[in-house]
Nanobody
Framework: VQLQASGGGLVQAGGSLRLSCAAS????????MAWFRQAPGKQRELVAG???????KYTDSMKDRCTVSRDNGKNTMYLQMNSLKPEDTAVYYC?????????????????WGQGTHVTVSS
């Protein structure tokens, strides 16, 4: 599946952003979708993921500040992020895989979007 992430930008600390990931190609509904992020000098880490049936998983640092959702009819996944902090600054990637649960390891995701930059100023 081909993925296109969008919605990043520059926001002040405490602000909000909504990222979108549009999918095309194979049946979107059959994929587990996830958002990862990678800050300079750091490893890519899972932010949140959602299965085809809507089960979600969040990283501890974001679980009270973000919501992942998907619209299978629109082939799109979303990430609503609130109360953003400077340490949330990173490139955010969407990813897809067909193992039926949200996986933490980025190496297990088979398809990736190009990334969207999120910069949170203090």
């Amino acid at each position: 599946v081909q993925l296109q992430a969008s919605g990043g930008g520059l926001v002040q600390a405490g602000g909000s952003l909504r990222l979108s990931c549009a999918a095309s190609g194979r049946t979107f509904g059959g994929y587990v979708m996830a958002w990862f992020r990678q800050a300079p000098g750091k490893q890519r880490e899972l932010v949140a993921g959602i299965t085809s049936s809507g089960t979600t998983k969040y990283t501890d640092s974001m679980k009270d500040r973000c919501t992942v959702s998907r619209d299978n009819g629109k082939n799109t996944m979303y990430l609503q992020m609130n109360s953003l902090k400077p340490e949330d600054t990173a490139v955010y990637y969407c990813a897809a895989q067909r193992i039926n649960r949200v996986l933490v390891s980025a190496t297990l995701y088979e398809d990736w979007g190009q990334g969207t930059h999120v910069t949170v100023s203090s």
